[in-house]
T-cell receptor, first 114, second 113 residues
Framework: EPEVTQTPSHQVTQMGQEVILRCVPI?????FYWYRQILGQKVEFLVS????????KSEIFDDQFSVERPDGSNFTLKIRSTKLEDSAMYFC????????????FGPGTRLTVT | GNSVTQMEGPVTLSEEAFLTINCTYT??????LFWYVQYPGEGLQLLLK?????DKGSNKGFEATYRKETTSFHLEKGSVQVSDSAVYFC????????????FGTGTRLTIIP
């Protein structure tokens, strides 16, 4: 069964460093998402992406964040200058359609900023 | 705005016990409601959903009924198994053409033999 994959499973970085989290969505999916979960808190929406542009972003998704689909298979989340409060589990998701279609989630990348 | 409140965990039950995990919501518009499950080391998986009032979603012995009058979507299972041990997330979308999910905090369920 097709699945969403994410790499790395765990990333440790120092404050101020750039990180890129990678996701490979399911191949025929067209809509892509990033969510994050700070330990002990809710899973929060960050951004949705369709047709090579951002569809919607939350207030969390400030200028330090960017997303890209560089090669038609990968979907990346970049944080330019990490802060301690960026430490969280980051989930990628994809869906084949928009309204009413299930989002398929990856296993997550745990980002630890020291 | 939209929000989901679910039962604090962790929850520990014996095998074959009855399970209820409470979930209530507030939403602008008419939400669709979901339960997602996360098994250890895996991503979130859709467990069941309901898109209108009084609908019952069901899957793998789990059920939840969309109650508009109480703004609730409680998850139930009559007889849990060790393999049900996971984290359960209640979530909603509002059908304005953007399917971003609003999640609750998750409830960790552990079933002991």
């Amino acid at each position: 069964e097709p699945e969403v994959t994410q790499t790395p499973s765990h990333q440790v970085t120092q404050m101020g460093q750039e990180v890129i989290l990678r996701c490979v969505p399911i191949s025929n999916h067209l809509y892509f998402y990033w969510y994050r979960q700070i330990l002990g808190q809710k899973v929060e929406f960050l951004v949705s992406f369709y047709n090579n542009e951002i569809s919607e972003k939350s207030e969390i998704f400030d200028d330090q964040f960017s997303v890209e689909r560089p090669d038609g298979s990968n979907f990346t989340l970049k944080i330019r200058s990490t802060k301690l409060e960026d430490s969280a589990m980051y989930f990628c998701a994809s869906s084949v359609g928009w309204e009413g279609y299930e989002q398929y989630f990856g296993p997550g990348t745990r980002l630890t900023v020291t | 705005g939209n929000s989901v409140t679910q039962m604090e965990g962790p929850v520990t039950l014996s095998e074959e016990a009855f399970l209820t995990i409470n979930c209530t919501y507030t939403a602008t518009g008419y939400p669709s409601l979901f339960w997602y499950v996360q098994y250890p080391g895996e991503g979130l998986q859709l467990l069941l959903k309901a898109t209108k009032a009084d609908d019952k979603g069901s899957n793998k012995g789990f059920e939840a009924t969309y109650r508009k009058e109480t703004t609730s979507f409680h998850l139930e299972k009559g007889s849990v198994q060790v393999s049900d041990s996971a984290v359960y997330f209640c979530a909603l979308t509002t059908n304005f053409g953007n399917e971003k999910l609003t999640f609750g905090t998750g409830t960790r369920l552990t079933i002991i033999p």
